[in-house]
C-alpha cells in the first residue's frame, strides 16, 4: 500500500535567529534526513528497525538542547540558498518537486511552527521561541529601568507637594481660617458689649427716673401734710391720690431696674466667658505655631541716615497673656512693622509712644496706619490683663481702646497708672504684653532725646525713632 511521505519544513517556514548565530563559528553537519518510506510495504525485522531508528532521530531532536542549536541568519522567502547565491547547489528536490535546503528540522517541539508575516514587525516577532525570550528579557530590563525611573519622579513630585503643601499652602490657609475667626469673635464680643453698654444705660436712666419719681412723691406727701388742716377735702383727696399714684410708679421703676441689673450681671458673665474663650483660642494657636516656649522679637531701629540699633523683647508667658501675645506676633507675621510701617513719635513723662505714622523710612506709596486697618489684626478684642505680668520699668503695653496698633515702652513703674481703676475712664487697664531684655540702654537713649522731661510733658521726637524691622526669634 502506497504511503504519503511526510512533509518537511523548509526554510520559507522558519525563520532562524540571528542572536545566536556566530558566523566565525562553523556550522555542523545537518542531521541525516528521516527514513521515508516507500509504496511497498514493508515487513520483518527490517521495517521494525526502520521504525525504531526514525523514532530515536526524532527524540534526540526533542532532547537537543536549545544552547547547541545553530541557525542561519533569516533569509527572503524567495531566497532558498545556505549562504550562496547559487540556491541550486545547496538544494535537493523532494518528492513534489519543491527545492529543500539540507538542514531541514523535524517538525518537533524543538522546531515550533511560525506563520509567515507580511510587515516586518510580524516577521521580527515571528523569530523561533529562543529568540523571543530573549528579547523578552530586554525589554524586562528596560522595562525596569522605566519602572524605576518613573517611581523615583512620583517620589519627587509626592515629597515637592509635600512641601509645598506643608510650608507654603498650609500656612497661608490656616492663616486665613485663623483670621476670619478673629474676626468672627471679635464681631460677637463687640455685639454683646454693645449690648451690655445699652444694659447699663437702660439701669443708669431707671435709676435717674428712680431718683425723680421719689422726689416728686416726697413734694407731694409735704403738700398733703401741709393742707391737712385745711377746709378743701377736695384737694386733699386729690394730692392723696397723687401720692398713691406715685408710689406705684416708684415701685414699678425698682421692679423694672431690678430686672435690668439682673441681664447685666448675665452680660457680664457671657462677657466673661468669652473673653475666656478667646484667650483659649489665642493660647492654642500659640502652641499650634511656636511651641510651647518662651517667645522673643528683635527691632531693628533707625535714628536718621545710617545710625541704626537693635533691642530684644521676650514676650509674656502664654499662660499669662495668650490674647495680646497672639495678636502681637500675628501683626510681626504680616509685616506690618517693616519697612517704615511703625515709629515712635513721642516721648511722655512715663513712657515712649509709638504708632503706625510716615516716618523716614516710609515708601512714598505706603500708608502704616490703613495697612494695619486692612490685616484684620490692629487691636486686641478686649483688654487683656495678669496681675502676674504688670507694667514694670522696661515693659511694653497696648495702648488705646481697644488696645493696639499703638504701643508703648514705660520708663518707669506704671502698675497703678496703666494697670485697673487707673487712668482709664472705664476702669480697664492696658495689655502688658511683653519686655525689653536686650537694649534697655537704647530705650534710655530714645527717651533722652527730648531732654528733661516734666511731669505731665508731652514731647515729640524729631526725627521720629523708625522702625526698620521686626522679627520672630528661634
Known amino acids: 500500500m502506497y504511503q504519503r511521505p511526510q512533509q518537511r519544513r523548509t526554510l520559507n517556514s522558519v525563520k532562524p535567529n540571528s542572536a545566536f548565530l556566530n558566523h566565525n563559528q562553523q556550522m555542523p553537519p545537518p542531521p541525516p534526513p528521516p527514513q521515508q518510506f516507500t509504496h511497498r510495504r514493508s515487513t520483518g525485522t527490517a521495517a521494525n528497525n526502520s521504525a525504531q531508528h ?247 531701629l533707625n535714628f536718621g541716615n545710617d545710625d541704626n540699633a537693635w533691642i530684644t523683647i521676650e514676650l509674656a508667658p502664654i499662660d499669662e497673656m495668650p490674647h495680646s501675645v497672639f495678636t502681637f506676633l500675628e501683626q510681626v507675621e504680616l509685616g506690618l512693622y517693616d519697612d517704615g510701617g511703625y515709629a515712635f513719635h513721642h516721648n511722655g513723662e512715663h513712657i515712649i509712644m509709638g504708632a503706625p505714622v510716615f516716618n523716614q523710612l516710609t515708601p512714598p506709596d505706603m500708608d502704616p496706619a490703613q495697612r494695619f486697618d486692612e490685616s484684620g489684626v490692629a487691636s486686641v478684642l478686649f483688654q487683656e490683663y495678669s496681675y502676674g505680668y504688670t507694667h514694670q520699668a522696661y515693659t511694653v503695653g497696648f495702648a488705646g481702646r481697644p488696645g493696639g496698633p499703638n504701643f508703648y515702652f514705660n520708663t518707669q513703674d506704671n502698675s497703678e497708672l496703666h494697670g485697673p481703676g487707673g487712668y482709664a475712664e472705664d476702669g480697664s487697664a492696658d495689655p502688658c504684653f511683653g519686655r525689653v531684655t536686650r537694649g534697655m540702654d537704647i530705650i534710655d537713649r530714645i527717651h533722652s532725646l527730648t531732654g528733661q522731661m516734666e511731669r505731665g510733658d508731652w514731647k515729640e521726637l524729631m526725627p521720629f525713632v523708625a522702625v526698620r524691622w521686626v522679627k520672630i526669634l528661634n
Request: proline fraction near 4%.
Open 54 to 300: 526514525h523514532q530515536q532521530q526524532q527524540q534526540q531532536h526533542q532532547q537537543q538542547p536549545p544552547s547547541h542549536v545553530h541557525r542561519p541568519p533569516p533569509r527572503s522567502p524567495g531566497d532558498m540558498s545556505f549562504g550562496s547565491n547559487n540556491s541550486a547547489s545547496n538544494s535537493t528536490p523532494n518528492l513534489y518537486g519543491a527545492a529543500s535546503a539540507h538542514h531541514q528540522p523535524s517538525q518537533n517541539a524543538a522546531y515550533p511552527q511560525h506563520k509567515p508575516a507580511n510587515s516586518y514587525a510580524a516577521q521580527h516577532n515571528s523569530q523561533n521561541h529562543y529568540g523571543e525570550v530573549r528579547l523578552k528579557n530586554n525589554r524586562g530590563g528596560s522595562s525596569g529601568f522605566s519602572c524605576g525611573f518613573f517611581l523615583l519622579w512620583t517620589c519627587l513630585l509626592a515629597g515637592g507637594g509635600w512641601i509645598y503643601f506643608n510650608y507654603f499652602l498650609l500656612p497661608n490657609l490656616v492663616h486665613d481660617a485663623t483670621k476670619e475667626e478673629v474676626e468672627h469673635t471679635k464681631h460677637h464680643w463687640m455685639t454683646k458689649y454693645h449690648t451690655l453698654q445699652l444694659a447699663h444705660e437702660a439701669l443708669e436712666k431707671s435709676h435717674v427716673e428712680l431718683k425723680q419719681t421719689a422726689e416728686a412723691a416726697i413734694v407731694a406727701a409735704e403738700k398733703a401734710q401741709k393742707l391737712n388742716g385745711s377746709t378743701n377735702s377736695e384737694q386733699v383727696q386729690q394730692l392723696g391720690k397723687e401720692v398713691e399714684d406715685l408710689n406705684g410708679q416708684l415701685e414699678q421703676e425698682r421692679t423694672w431696674a431690678g430686672e435690668w441689673k439682673q441681664k447685666a450681671i448675665g452680660l457680664e458673665e457671657h462677657a466673661d466667658f468669652v473673653k475666656h474663650q478667646i484667650q483659649e483660642f489665642s493660647k492654642r494657636r500659640l502652641i499650634q505655631k511656636y511651641g510651647y516656649r518662651e517667645l522673643a522679637v528683635e527691632l531693628e
